[in-house]
């Protein structure tokens, strides 16, 4: 959960406003999904102009944030090896999120208010008519509806053929996690932040708590995935880079057991914005995707625009429009 995204961009107000959702549903449901670690972003890049970008546009949307020096990184995490980062900025009020917990939260909060959930597949293929009538679901039943959202991930593309081509691209997004040093509390969320290393290529990880690991994770794209049939097995290079990495950043996890890893998938985007538009045969279909590897925190802030939108039938950003991609992106 981290509002750095360098200059002229609508991510860092986006999370902001999410940030303070999320603790609302927090107190309301009487449930922790938000972990305030703080979020660390490192500067190994001789070209830190994404971050000083970041800074004016992170202090006018009202974000705690400091910009420190090595040396006072140095100090305050000693168990960091800054030797080739420049400087750093840091989101107090920042750290990470629960993400499986909130998902069932919002699903046990919509059945309570009445809402109906189901488990189901929607059959593949482009759905036909204008505007869309009803979906046909695996189990030979029917949903009918005046307006219809699909925020479906990695798997829209297959929904929309037509509509949308490989303008979401699911890509295979390696994570480990690592065992720190019995005894050794250096690692865990009370004592180090959430962090990010922005150098020649992007790191980021999370402190270690009482669920998991020390997470470390390369947030280059990964090679195309199918997010139905691929095999989730991590890749043995990737791995070994990891490993150099953590050996190098944080020396007292040097040679740290791997205790578990994931495959998961960016729904990647060739711009890496998002998708936020009318179908543009149905406009009573609503797409919303391309998360990119950076849409679930936003969830709460961008779930209360599209509600708008859908209801009171808004129009959506232009930068977040189908129409923003050539007709050839999407072959």
Known sequence: MRCTYGPDQPYTELAARSLKLWRKYEKRWNEKFLHPAGVLWMVSS?????????????RDAKVEVSELSTATMKKRWPQIDFSDVHWGIFEPACGYLDARASCEAVVGAFVKQGGAYRQ?????????GAPLRELRLS???RIMADRYVFACGPWLGKLFPEALGKLIQPTKQDIFFFGPPAGDARFDDRHLPVWGDHGERFFYGIPGSDRRGFKVADDTRGKPFDPTSGE????????????EYVDSRFPAMKGAPLIETRVC??????????????????????????????????GPALGEMTADLVLKDG???KDWQLNRFSKTSKT
């Open 232 to 243: 989730r097995v991590v890749s043995q290079a990737t791995l070994k880079r990891v490993r």
């Open 265 to 298: 998938q960016y729904e990647q985007t060739p711009d890496s914005d998002f998708i936020v538009d009318r179908h543009p045969k149905m406009s009573n279909a609503w797409i919303l995707g391309g998360g990119s590897g950076h849409g679930f925190k936003h």
């Open 139 to 141: 189990d030979d039943s």
């Open 120 to 128: 189901i597949a929607v059959l593949a293929g482009e759905p036909e």
């Open 315 to 317: 129009e959506p950003r």
């Open 46 to 58: 001789h070209d830190d102009a994404y971050e000083r970008g970041s800074l004016p546009v992170l």
